[in-house]
């Protein structure tokens, strides 16, 4: 019985990922058109179609999202496991691929790994700034940061930093205009600059907890954001009353240039992860990235014997 050749499989996992036949013939360094009449053969030895063709696009068909599913992680693995090889030499090298907002890179991502890239030349780092939730695996990103609260149940995920707290502002002369909110149902009658998060439809409600009790409410105002860079400036200039994690806006509330309200509604809650598939083999460079960034939080005189 002939050995199975896998090498149409590939192809066909690169041009679903790709979604487009050139892109893929540039990855695996062959021609459009044996890319093509690869895919076809495999077509035809499954007697199935795998990918609708048009003029402009390819997208899967019902077995070919299936197909792709089933073995795609496959191949990620033995690219992971020959990744892994680079511990066979003087030092650990590779891209580690992360995504995650703006914020969390300059509070700790850069800070932590500055002293890792200068140590190893050979590490490479790829941000993708994104507020939605993405999948990591099918997107092929080594890991992603999130609040704990948002991992999936079967991703490793590593505490990162320490507990967060969110924080309500707003600049003195706003709240000049406008009395400050006594209870967040209050914020409903005030402007308020909010921000558009890819994975849902509409702009989020804000949270707020009190002794136990969960309080959800919808703002309104005439700024929304889609992601966090400029809310705290916006808050600044007095434009509305802002809700973000209270390390943004630091700078501000130590100067007197925004005023934090409800702060008796903002309890702390378990902050930032860094998150990976759980089946996955890292690579020395990616292991070497998870113990920059790893936050021991364990309580205080723990293991000191």
């Not at 020959?82 to 850069?110: F, H």
Request: hydrophobic share 40%; net charge neutral; aromatic share 8%.
């Amino acid at each position: 019985m002939a050995k199975p050749n896998f090498n149409d499989l590939l192809a066909f996992v690169t041009v679903a990922r790709s979604g487009s036949f050139t892109r893929a013939a540039v990855q695996l360094g062959v021609t459009q058109s044996a890319v093509s009449q690869i895919v076809s053969s495999l077509e035809t030895r499954l007697k199935i179609r795998l990918l609708t063709r048009t003029t402009r696009s390819v997208s899967l068909t019902a077995a070919g999202e299936r197909l792709l599913h089933t073995v795609g992680h496959r191949f990620d693995e033995i690219e992971a496991e020959l990744d892994a090889l680079t511990e066979l030499r003087d030092k650990p090298a590779g891209t580690v691929r992360i995504t995650c907002g703006d914020s969390i890179i300059k509070t700790t991502l850069l800070p932590r790994l500055t002293p890792l890239l200068l140590q190893y030349p050979d590490i490479k780092l790829e941000f993708d700034i994104n507020y939605g939730f993405r999948d990591i695996v099918a997107d092929r990103f080594d890991a992603g940061v999130r609040f704990s609260g948002t991992v999936a149940q079967d991703m490793i995920a590593v505490p990162i930093g320490p507990p967060v707290r969110m924080a309500v502002v707003a600049a003195p002369d706003y709240f000049a205009r406008h009395p400050a909110p006594q209870h967040p149902r209050d914020l409903a009658a005030h402007r308020c600059i909010d921000i558009r998060f890819p994975t849902y439809d509409g702009v989020d409600a804000w949270e707020f907890e009190r002794q136990g009790k969960k309080l959800k409410v919808r703002v309104e105002g005439q700024l929304v954001f889609n992601s966090t860079v400029h809310i705290a400036d916006a808050a600044v200039n007095g434009l509305g009353i802002a809700y973000l994690p209270e390390d943004e806006f630091s700078p501000h509330l130590a100067e007197g240039r925004l005023v934090r309200v409800l702060e008796d509604w903002c309890e702390p809650f378990s902050g930032f992860h860094l998150y990976y598939p759980s089946r996955r083999q890292p690579s020395p460079a990616f292991s070497l990235v998870v113990d920059a960034l790893r936050v021991d939080r364990s309580p205080p005189g723990d293991g000191s014997g």
